[in-house]
């Protein structure tokens, strides 16, 4: 009887050691498939650079959010692994075939796990909910037009959305209680809302408050005003290519669409630290498919304002534009804005005398014009493009000189500039490149 005893207890010993080693190589397989799991879907760290965990492409959601530890969903989902993982086992522990099927099993009950989080995140902030985001610092003030004559001011913070754990830039415009939400963050919202293009900057949401307007926007480091300080104003001719590269890759999407921006200038230019550079600030933006007899005059700000806007003209169109890019073009270039002037008649006077004074075959009908013959001007020769602008080659003076043109259909449009002899270095690809790509690679 000691003897079967023993034996008896020789072998259960020897059937549990096997399951233990049995359960601790399952256990092994699921540590390393959580791992490649882990691998696949980084977590942001908090010790991690902020600035890098903006440039991630991929939204990332919250370790919390993710893993789900110590919720009742997790507790959940150990019982359910617990109980798959015996079922696999009973059925075939020796079964390679086993061990995959118990894999891919807890595999997808995990992501469906994490859907039902993702889910469960969302529903509780949202979109369209001030909770959603955390205000990190003020970045600055922005005045906002309004269509009466009075306007307001807009406070710009740099947050961070608990969605997705990226930065994001707030545009907050107080109400005023009598007139609502300004007419231009109206047309802002309406007209980013159907533009999407890597080089146009992306409105991610929007909050209405009893005493604010939010704008959520992605977060871009600077504008390209602030980057040519940054680089002394003198940048490399080759990055002065590529932004302007961009800049009429967005501009011709909008102008494809009849959306006129009417506001281009460097401060308007959102530059990241790839590069990437897009349109932003779309307040004084206009579908020309509205209905309207005429625009207002008083668009774009004074040193980039063509001039048959300086002169009172509303019948304008997709030309507005190309005069700014134009402006932009040369500062970018020069280091300096190509028509600094303080006045009405003294932008004019300006323009006259870098360009020449325009004649009745440059610009028909100028001499009829009441505003110019109520202005004095000095007759002008003007002088050549090549000496204000040394370090453009010939065929970028010559883009210059094609934006710069006094007859507003003659400038050339924003598509037509994409193919000038200019930008050949780049090669042909980019000019089929699909909206949502960007000029370069950057990974």
Same mark, same amino acid.
């Given at each position: 009887m000691d003897r079967v005893r023993k034996l008896s207890l020789s072998i259960k010993r020897s059937v549990i050691d096997k399951t233990i080693r049995e359960n601790s190589e399952l256990t092994s397989d699921q540590e390393k498939s959580d791992d490649t799991t882990e691998m696949k879907h980084p977590i942001s760290s908090d010790h991690e650079s902020k600035e890098k965990q903006h440039y991630k492409k991929s939204a990332q959601f919250s370790p919390a959010a993710r893993r789900g530890s110590f919720s009742n969903t997790s507790k959940a989902l150990d019982n359910k692994l617990l109980n798959l993982e015996d079922k696999f086992r009973r059925r075939s522990r020796s079964s390679s075939q086993a061990c995959v099927e118990i894999k891919t099993a807890i595999s997808n009950l995990r992501e469906k796990s994490n859907r039902q989080e993702r889910r469960k995140s969302f529903s509780e902030l949202g979109f369209g909910k001030l909770e959603s985001y955390d205000k990190l610092h003020k970045l600055g003030e922005v005045f906002i037009a309004s269509c009466k004559e009075q306007g307001t001011y807009a406070t710009v913070f740099k947050g961070r959305s608990k969605l997705t754990n990226d930065f994001v830039a707030l545009k907050e415009i107080r109400l005023e209680h009598e007139e609502g939400a300004p007419c231009t963050a109206i047309r802002e919202v309406s007209l980013l809302k159907d533009l999407k293009h890597a080089n146009i900057v992306t409105l991610h949401d929007t909050i209405h408050t009893e005493r604010s307007l939010v704008l959520v926007f992605e977060y871009l480091d600077r504008d390209l005003k602030q980057y040519m300080d940054s680089c002394g104003s003198i940048l490399d001719m080759s990055n002065v290519k590529i932004f302007l590269?961009?800049?009429?890759?967005?501009?011709?999407?909008?102008?494809?669409?009849?959306?006129?921006?009417?506001?281009?200038?460097?401060?308007?230019?959102?530059?990241?630290?790839?590069?990437?550079?897009?349109?932003?600030?779309?307040?004084?933006?206009?579908?020309?498919?509205?209905? @309207?007899?005429?625009? @207002?005059?008083?668009?774009?700000?004074?040193?980039?304002?063509?001039?048959?806007?300086?002169?009172?003209?509303?019948?304008?169109?997709?030309?507005?534009?190309?005069?700014?890019?134009?402006?932009?073009?040369?500062?970018?270039?020069?280091?300096?804005?190509?028509?600094?002037?303080?006045?009405?008649?003294?932008?004019?006077?300006?323009?006259?005398?870098?360009?020449?004074?325009?004649?009745?075959?440059?610009?028909?009908?100028?001499?009829?014009?009441?505003?110019?013959?109520?202005? @004095?001007?000095?007759?002008?020769?003007?002088?050549?493009?090549?000496?204000?602008?040394?370090?453009?080659?010939?065929?970028?003076?010559?883009?210059?000189?094609?934006?710069?043109?006094?007859?507003?259909?003659?400038?050339? @449009?924003?598509?037509?500039?994409?193919?000038h002899k200019y930008f050949d270095c780049f090669g042909p690809e980019v000019q089929i490149l699909k909206d949502s790509k960007i000029l370069f690679n950057s990974s």
């Open positions: 590269f961009q800049l009429l890759r967005g501009l011709a999407y909008c102008h494809s669409r009849r959306v006129l921006h009417r506001d281009l200038k460097p401060q308007n230019l959102l530059i990241n630290e790839r590069g990437e550079l897009k349109l932003a600030d779309f307040g004084l933006a206009r579908a020309k498919s509205v209905p @309207s007899k005429t625009y @207002s005059s008083e668009v774009v700000t004074l040193w980039y304002r063509p001039p048959d806007v300086l002169l009172g003209s509303t019948e304008y169109s997709t030309s507005i534009d190309m005069w700014g890019v134009g402006c932009i073009f040369y500062e970018m270039a020069t280091g300096l804005p190509m028509f600094p002037g303080s006045s009405t008649e003294n932008q004019l006077q300006t323009i006259w005398e870098i360009l020449g004074t325009p004649t009745e075959e440059e610009w028909s009908g100028l001499t009829r014009n009441l505003k110019v013959n109520s202005l @004095s001007f000095h007759d002008c020769k003007g002088e050549p493009l090549r000496n204000r602008a040394p370090r453009l080659e010939a065929d970028g003076l010559d883009l210059l000189a094609k934006f710069l043109q006094y007859k507003a259909k003659s400038r050339i @449009s924003s598509a037509d500039a994409m193919k």
